[in-house]
């Protein structure tokens, strides 16, 4: 949904719509929903009770093949099987969740235990998401009450590690216990509070802050227009004049702050992606727009406190599971999808399978691989795709035999060639006793590390980690830990404290000529935002949803591959002429009291002019 047409109605009550976004960005987003900013539904049980209600007004002669179990195919399947839809998943895997999935470490389990439980990379859950939570609070679990969402736990601490021996950065990350006054949140008081946080935190030069305090007023008081034409096109290394800064200024508000918000070399990132989500943040912080706390992580290995209870909700649904199902090509003839073919990996058989309405809920790089010529012509947003760019950004996993608590949150180390961001679980899974319960009780924490950069030199060995070995790529991302965790001569991390890892089995031929990785994660260099496709394409009944759709969260998560989900089911819902409710979207908080400066700068922006604030 654009946000541009005032009130709209849902199920009886009116939802007010966010400001209309500019020129660009309405062509990109296609309308899909009702636009909504209150809260979510509070309870499994009124959810399962609108649940019913809505299956009961549903479609069941009508069928959709999603394709693709990930956190958007899944997404999908709840919203279209609560409106008594007959629905299809076919995944590639032989586990749902996607990205998001838990795995078991093979051979791990002893004695009884369960299996070490590894991961593509940890997940966390900023608390300006909304689409998202409503999902998890109705999918039911035992003991809660709000169902899924409560396994959030808070982590209310950030850690950024600098090697050399200088002092590490120890930031609280809480949301106010009460939302502030509105004079408070006016651009000035906003500024004051964030220099004053940011003095006491960063100890960057004054005149540093001084100018990165001007870039973040910049930005938000630009006008949606000025943010799509100029902004996006602008990379955030120089919107802030990070090459002219300290070593300091760089590594924690160039490449720390790209790192943690949008997985993408501060020198490419889009200014409009980072910009948008450091508001985020903030205004989440003060208590504006938000779910919960800002960062917030799971009880437990993602797959015990989310998926498998939402696989089992969704089989309860009626949802038809496909497994071990490679997608090959969306089949396109005379103006209409007449199939998919899909090869079924365990017998290497293929066959068509029809279904009245088509969902492609696959990541991106998969997803352009099924759409043929044929189709690709019939609509050109889909070969702009090709232009959207993909990343390796990999999970490592360290099972050790001591527990070391550094820090009730994640660490980035801001220093590290290899951009690596870690979080000790254990201390978050308050119910389950990591050595009586995984393993073969000799590892009581899981030491989670997220490796983003894998094309530059390490420090061991010298080479990126794309041209390493397994054994050398866990060595390196080891040693680039202790370098600096134990650069003050503290013992931090020991060799001895190691009892296993494991490296996402996703990323295979390390060592070889060409290592491939199954599972990329999208980035977001300058000019994404205008080769992201809608939800609608303009072949009927073939939808798209997926991280890199066009969606209000303009990011590779979770939360945009949900909203994604939302839009994409409305669209259909709309082309079949369902009497269902359409889902509820929400978008991101707009700051009302920005919205007047916002409109200074939209007079100047269409004359021409430059921010009256941007002076560098």
Same mark, same amino acid.
């Not at 199939?339 to 309405?357: E, I, P, Y």
């Not at 001591?402 to 220093?415: A, E, S």
């Given at each position: ?7 709209? /109605? ?60 990930? %956190? ?32 078991? %470490? ?8 369960? @299996? ?63 939302? @502030? ?8 008081? $906003? ?139 969306? $089949? ?18 293929? /066959? ?41 950004? %990999? ?64 420090? $061991? ?23 600096? $965790?134990?650069?003050?001569? /503290? ?31 999208? %980035? ?15 072949? @009927? ?54 919205? @007047? ?20």
């Amino acid at each position: 949904m654009t946000g541009a047409e005032g009130a709209k /109605r849902e199920g009886g009550r009116t939802a007010r719509s966010e400001p209309r976004p500019g020129p660009a960005r309405r062509r990109i987003l296609a309308a899909g929903g009702v636009v909504a900013s209150g809260a979510a539904l509070s309870s499994t049980g009124r959810a399962s009770r609108a649940s019913a209600a809505v299956r009961a007004a549903g479609r069941g002669d009508r069928s959709v093949a999603v394709l693709g179990g990930g %956190v958007s195919g899944l997404s999908a399947a709840q919203e279209l099987a609560e409106r008594g839809y007959a629905v299809t998943v076919y995944e590639y895997h032989d586990a749902l969740g996607g990205k998001a999935r838990s795995m078991p %470490v093979p051979g791990s389990g002893r004695g009884g235990r369960g @299996p070490l439980p590894g991961e593509h990379g940890f997940r966390f859950f900023p608390g300006f998401y909304r689409n998202l939570p409503d999902t998890l609070r109705r999918i039911p679990y035992r003991g809660s009450a709000t169902g899924v969402h409560g396994n959030l736990v808070a982590a209310t601490e950030e850690l950024f590690v600098r090697d050399g021996g200088r002092p590490d950065l120890r930031l609280p990350f809480r949301t106010v216990l009460k939302p @502030p006054p509105l004079q408070s949140l006016l651009p000035r008081k $906003l500024l004051d509070t964030v220099v004053g946080v940011l003095d006491t935190s960063l100890h960057l030069p004054p005149t540093e802050l001084a100018y990165f305090t001007n870039r973040v007023l910049v930005f938000l008081t630009s006008c949606e227009e000025r943010r799509v034409q100029q902004w996006e096109r602008l990379p955030w290394w120089d919107f802030i004049a990070a090459d002219r800064m300290s070593r300091d200024y760089q590594h924690l508000l160039g490449v720390g702050l790209t790192r943690n918000i949008v997985a993408t070399k501060a020198e490419m990132a889009s200014t409009r992606t980072v910009g948008r989500v450091l508001q985020a943040f903030v205004y989440n912080i003060l208590a504006q727009g938000h779910d919960g706390e800002p960062d917030r992580v799971l009880n437990a290995p993602t797959n015990e406190a989310w998926i498998d209870p939402w696989e089992h909700h969704l089989r309860r649904l009626g949802v038809h599971f496909v497994m071990n199902t490679e997608v090959q090509q969306v $089949l396109y003839e005379a103006g209409r999808i007449k199939g998919v073919r899909v090869r079924d990996r365990a017998h290497d058989t293929s /066959r068509t399978v029809v279904a009245d309405h088509y969902l492609s809920a696959l990541p991106v790089e998969h997803a352009r691989a099924t759409w043929g010529r044929a189709l690709r012509a019939a609509d050109p947003q889909l070969a702009r795709c090709d232009r959207l760019r993909t990343d390796w950004m %990999v999970g490592v996993q360290f099972y050790l035999r001591t527990r070391t608590r550094l820090v009730h949150g994640h660490t980035n180390h801001v220093d590290s060639p290899w951009a690596l961001t870690t979080i000790h679980q254990a201390q978050f899974w308050k119910n389950r006793d990591f050595a009586a319960r995984y393993g073969d009780g000799q590892a009581v924490d899981c030491l989670s590390v997220c490796v983003s950069q894998w094309d530059e030199p390490g420090i $061991l060995y010298g080479k990126p980690a794309i041209r390493c070995t397994r054994d050398e790529v866990v060595r390196e991302v080891w040693a680039q830990l202790k370098a600096g $965790l134990n650069d003050t001569g /503290r013992q931090t991390l020991r060799d001895s404290d190691i009892h296993s890892w494991f490296l996402d089995p996703a990323v295979r031929g390390l060592g070889g000529p060409s290592p491939t990785n199954r599972e990329q994660l999208l %980035v977001h260099p300058t000019g994404t935002l205008y080769d992201r496709p809608s939800h609608i394409t303009a072949v @009927p009944s073939f939808f798209l949803a997926g991280d890199y759709v066009a969606t209000d969260m303009d990011l590779a998560t979770m939360e945009g591959a949900n909203e994604s989900a939302r839009r994409a089911v409305n669209a259909l819902l709309d082309a079949d002429r369902s009497p269902s409710p359409r889902c509820t979207v929400w978008n991101l908080h707009r700051p009302p009291e920005l919205q @007047p400066l916002q409109a200074q700068d939209k007079s100047r922006y269409e004359r021409g002019l430059p921010h009256v604030l941007d002076v560098r």
